[in-house]
């Protein structure tokens, strides 16, 4: 069974830089694309990025383009988002998804398993 376990949230200030991580088991890793998504309270869950199962293709939401990368080792089975020039409304809680094509998506429906998501809250 799939499971997602993201890491590496925290409280920060303005113009910080701060690194998720998420852990993938159950299944083979390279097998699947991953996508990260946010959620601040109130709001619906937004698409931020995501990378296809290679790691040589990403694509990102123009709110984070140019400050977040994406990232992936398959030999460890862990994803990683690099977030940096943080700003407030970056606040969310981050979650991390599955899904087992490469088409870019960013539609939350169209990814499998989910993590349980981890706060990052960016202070002024």
Do not use: H
Not at 73 to 90: C, F, G, H, I
Not at 104 to 120: C, K, N
């Amino acid at each position: 069974q799939v499971q997602l376990v993201e890491s590496g949230g925290g409280l920060v200030q303005a113009g910080d830089s701060l690194r998720l991580s998420c852990a993938f088991s159950g299944e083979t890793f390279s097998s699947y694309a991953v996508g990260w998504f946010r959620q601040a309270p109130g709001k619906e869950r937004e698409f931020v990025g995501t990378i296809d199962r290679s790691g040589s293709v990403t694509y990102y939401a123009e709110s984070v383009k140019d400050r977040f990368t994406l990232s992936r080792d398959n030999a460890k089975s862990t994803v990683y988002l690099q977030m940096t020039s943080l700003k407030p409304e970056d606040t969310a809680v981050y979650y991390c998804a599955v899904k087992r094509y490469d088409s870019i998506t960013v539609r939350p429906d169209d990814y499998g398993y989910w993590g349980q998501g981890t706060q990052v809250t960016v202070s002024s």
